[in-house]
């Protein structure tokens, strides 16, 4: 396994990461503790999850439950604040960037995560009713408590990534050093903006869906039935005609070259200069060691170039 520091930090992070979308819903305390003790026993470190994943917070208790006894094996990245889910903290707690919001916040997270610190805070969202600075200055608060060790946010436009460095920089706050986009071989409107800005000011991209929601997976063709269960079977929308040719593209130049869609897909982005950490949701043990294993392709210049032209929306 390979680590990388998380932006410019200390952290360190694995090359792959355990997208925790599905504990405490679709996956079940026993099917979650075989994934954490296989990202163990591989060297995975990185654990991403929210306070929005699951009923009642689920992801987080259950990865508090999974990982109690060896707490301080992991980095457990979550998130708040997200707009669109009601967590029944009031009208009273303000808005979901504001200082009352993350204070309440963060204390239910780590009642159910079952720890006393973050490793990485998130807010999930953009919140354009509060300013950045008041953002800002309440997780510095939290950092100078010992809840939270590192910041980051996801789903940012390029430019409020560096309106809040600048805010951090300008007014002696602790600073983003994450930025958690959805980008993958069939996204790559990220790389427009949001990559760009997080290599100038030294954030790491956390890639979110790097699989495309199942379309790099390879079992996702043209002119075959969606497999059953799955969460591209749930968002058939995304399954356009010209994603498809790009699904096409890419697998005749996989079989021609050796390789496998999954390779392609998290090793195209693992060399990306600016990439942390790819974070792929899993169900099983299984998944997560053919996610391990396609991190360990080491794409050469020219491969990565012949993946780029075969995917780039300017094509």
């Known amino acids: 396994m390979d680590y990388r520091a998380l932006g410019r930090s200390g ?11 599905d504990f405490g819903g679709r996956m079940d305390v026993a099917a979650s503790r075989a994934v954490v003790d296989t990202a163990i026993e591989l060297g995975v470190t990185l654990f991403d999850t929210a306070d929005i994943y699951g009923p009642d917070g689920g992801s987080e208790r259950v990865l508090g439950e999974v990982l109690a006894g060896r707490r301080d094996q992991v980095v457990i990245a979550t998130k708040f604040g997200h707009p669109g889910v009601d967590l029944g903290f009031g009208p009273a707690a303000g808005a979901k960037g504001g200082r009352a919001y993350i204070r309440r916040a963060v204390e239910a997270s780590l009642r159910r995560l079952r720890t006393d610190y973050i490793d990485l805070y998130q807010i999930h969202m953009p919140d354009p009713a509060t300013p950045i600075l008041e953002t800002l200055a309440a997780l510095n608060e939290l950092v100078a408590e010992g809840k939270i060790r590192y910041l980051g946010h996801s789903n940012f436009a390029g430019w409020r990534l560096a309106e809040a460095n600048h805010v951090a920089r300008e007014n002696g706050l602790t600073p983003f050093v994450s930025a958690q986009n959805n980008w993958s071989l069939l996204a790559r409107e990220t790389e427009a903006e949001v990559v760009p800005a997080a290599e100038h000011y030294g954030v790491g991209v956390l890639p979110y869906y790097p699989l495309a929601e199942g379309m790099l997976t390879g079992k996702v063709r043209r002119g075959t039935p969606l497999p059953d269960g799955t969460r591209i079977a749930d968002r058939s929308h995304l399954v356009t005609e010209e994603r498809l040719d790009r699904v096409d593209r890419l697998t005749k130049w996989c079989e021609a070259n050796g390789r496998t869609l999954l390779e392609v897909a998290i ?49």
């Open 11 to 21: 952290q360190l992070v694995s090359v792959v990461g355990v997208g925790c979308l």
């Open 267 to 315: 090793g195209w982005l693992a060399a990306q200069p600016t990439v942390s950490s790819v974070i792929a949701g899993v169900k099983t043990p299984g998944q997560l060691r053919a996610n391990v294993q396609a991190a360990r392709w080491r794409p050469e210049a020219a491969e990565l170039q012949a993946i780029d032209d075969l995917t780039s929306t300017h094509r």
